[in-house]
């Protein structure tokens, strides 16, 4: 079983939608959750980091974390075509002492207008 | 703030000769910097977690003595491909995790390699 887990997609929306991308991971220890935004041939992009249950809001961008059931997901409003890119989950899990980012194979979200 | 660069952004050798590739955090101090490889419609793999001062710890199936990381300073990290071969050619992306936060870290802009 893989340790992090995403939907390779394409996940595809209209513009104007909300996009919900999911990830579920096998760490229960893990305590530090990150979305990621990597465009075609560029390096990933931090947008979220969350560490409690709950919801964490920052602007069009919503991370949401269920410790007991292993999820972390991320929800974009008002999806806009320059929100098309890959969304990489990585989950910091516990490995010989410290903390190794470890990330799923990634979401391709496309928007269309 | 939490800026890294990455340098050079691309690069094109010979087979069989060496290439450094550097990592620096420009706004905050890196105690851990990570180094990926990312070949074309793949996802993100870890090379090896570079800790200012100490030996990098290498991933499984990398080659240590093929990928050479130093991380001298706080906010400096190298890695060379030594004897690099056209199999090496890759998309290399450095990150930095900043010391005074909670373990998000970020990215350089990444390296493209072709060996020939």
């Known amino acids: 079983q893989k340790e992090v887990e995403q939907n390779s997609g394409p996940l595809s929306v209209p513009e104007g939608a909300i996009a919900s991308l999911n990830c579920t991971y096998s760490?229960?220890?893990?305590?530090?959750f990150f979305w990621y935004r990597q465009y075609s041939g560029k390096s990933p992009e931090l947008i979220m980091f969350?560490?409690?249950?709950g919801d964490k809001e920052d602007g069009r961008f919503t991370a949401q974390l269920n410790k007991a059931s292993q999820y972390v997901s991320l929800l974009i409003r008002d999806s806009q075509p320059s929100d098309s890119a890959t969304y990489l989950c990585a989950v910091n899990i516990r490995s010989g002492g410290s903390y190794i980012p470890t990330f799923g194979r990634g979401t391709s979200l496309i928007v269309h207008p | 703030g939490a800026v890294v660069s990455q340098h050079p952004s691309r690069v094109i050798c010979k087979s069989g000769t060496s290439v450094k590739i550097e990592c620096r955090s420009l706004d905050f101090q890196a105690t851990t910097m990570f180094w990926y490889r990312q070949f074309p419609k793949q996802s993100l793999m870890l090379m090896a977690t570079?800790?200012?001062?100490?030996?990098?710890?290498?991933e499984q199936g990398v080659e240590k003595d093929k990928f050479l990381i130093n991380h001298a300073s706080l906010t400096l990290s190298t890695l060379t491909v030594t004897s690099a071969h056209p199999e090496d050619s890759s998309f290399y992306i450095c990150s930095a995790r900043n010391m005074g936060t909670s373990y998000e870290q970020y990215f350089g802009p990444g390296t493209r390699l072709t060996v020939t």
């Open positions: 760490d229960r220890g893990s305590q530090s």
């Open positions: 570079s800790n200012e001062g100490s030996k990098a710890t290498y």
């Open positions: 969350i560490y409690s249950n």
